[in-house]
């Protein structure tokens, strides 16, 4: 609404003179190709086998069906882009020996043409694999019942792979978490990128993470489960798990199975320290002196006393919030962005709580050897409380631990 779309004819209107030279500015360019730089996550990197030295690198076998692909680049929600870098195109902008062969026709990959790729991989100097999904796979109205790479995608990369003159490297490119354990303990895959959907400069993104000018900084936005989880009924959405009965629970909160990848994982080319600043004067614990005229509430089942935070009010949650403070260091060898994720953990996961709670993130971009603090604004009504079966929102009185990494701080909420 806001964009006049019931105004009237638009072209009257303040947006109606804006046409494709409006969009496809520089500025606009240059930020489709910092989304898709930021949004890749490194998941292995054996080695240190990426970031690679152009100039080191003859030749370069591409393989793999979402090579060069331009629609799949840009996923099931876009307008038409200015232009679509395919990673095949990314990677011929940096080794001009660059051979492609797609290996399937489409991500479903009914059939592979493996003894080709094998061969071509057998005589390039690094290959790389482009495979993963597509909106054949996932989409809106379209469920997937296997968390696996579809079709021979597997047993086309583990030819490849096994071809190889040195170990490959795999770039999956999916919108949701797929299965890929296998390469994970292949040592002839070297290093796993996942770039998601990464839109109209995707491929230049990936090329630039390669080649090492863009440390990749990204991290999962969601847990990857193993194929194993597809036996749970999707009807079935308890969040909670229930080990008397073998159900697992569902997200990163509450799942208790294994995992491909955990939430938040991704790896860099730097080496990052980050520590919970527990003294100072940047350290301020929340003041609970407001809470000694509220009334607590036994919770019958478990004998824990909670703060209801609408007794609390808004104000009160007001003057609860207080900061913390990470301090974080990049050891190099490479400029980069880093994410710090702070997490709630309580003394026990009984009661409804989850294991553990995100409670924000924050990035910084480092320079080799720079240090930097990066301030949290903790508000204990949001990120402290939980929500009881009953409906009600309630801060457990006690110990709550804030969590980066393995670093905890303890803080304490009573009166």
């Known amino acids: 609404m806001r964009l006049g779309h019931f105004d009237g004819d638009p072209r009257t209107n303040i947006y109606g003179s804006l046409g494709a030279a409006d969009i496809c500015t520089p500025e606009h360019r240059s930020l489709a190709l910092d989304a898709a730089q930021d949004g890749i996550v490194l998941l292995k990197n054996d080695a240190g086998i990426l970031p690679l030295d152009r100039a080191a690198v003859a030749s370069t076998a591409v393989i793999g069906p979402n090579a060069n692909n331009p629609g799949l ?46 061969t071509l991989a057998s005589t390039s100097d690094y290959v790389f694999l482009f495979v993963g999904l597509s ?135 730097s080496s990052y320290s980050r520590r919970l600043v527990t003294s100072g004067v940047s350290m301020r614990p929340p003041n609970t002196d407001l809470l000694a005229g509220l009334n607590t509430m036994l919770t019958v089942e478990e004998g824990i006393a909670s703060y209801h935070v609408d007794q609390i009010g808004g104000e009160g949650c007001e003057q609860l919030k207080f900061p913390a403070v990470v301090e974080v260091e990049n050891h190099g060898p490479m400029d980069g962005k880093h994410s710090v994720l702070m997490y709630l953990r309580w003394p026990n996961a009984t009661g409804g709580r989850p294991s553990r709670q995100l409670i924000g993130f924050r990035r910084q971009h480092l320079k080799v050897g720079e240090k930097a603090s990066l301030k949290f604004d903790i508000s204990p009504c949001e990120h402290l409380s939980r929500v009881r079966e009953d409906g009600n929102k309630v801060i457990d009185r006690g110990s709550h631990f804030l969590m980066v990494d393995k670093h905890e701080l303890e803080i304490r909420f009573e009166a």
């Open 135 to 269: 909106q054949q796979q996932e989409s809106e109205g379209r469920d997937r019942t296997s968390l696996l790479l579809p079709g021979e995608q597997q047993s086309l990369i583990t030819a490849v792979a096994d071809a190889a003159k040195r170990p490959v490297i795999l770039v999956l490119l999916t919108g949701g978490p797929v299965d890929v354990t296998f390469a994970q303990t292949n040592p002839k895959i070297g290093a796993i990128l996942w770039a998601g959907y990464p839109g109209q400069a995707g491929g230049l993104a990936i090329a630039r993470v390669l080649f090492g000018d863009h440390n990749p900084g990204g991290r999962l936005p969601v847990t990857w489960y193993p194929e194993e989880f597809t036996k749970v009924p999707m009807t079935d959405m308890r969040m909670h798990a229930d080990p008397a009965t073998g159900y697992p629970g569902r997200s990163y909160r509450f799942y208790q199975g294994p995992t491909v990848y955990k939430f938040g994982y991704g790896l860099s080319y």
């Open 73 to 118: 680049l840009i996923g099931n929600y876009f307008g038409p882009p200015c232009e679509s870098i395919t990673p095949l195109q990314g990677i011929q902008g940096y080794v001009k020996d660059t051979r492609f062969l797609a290996g399937c026709g489409m991500a479903a990959c009914p059939t592979a043409t493996t003894d080709q790729a094998a």
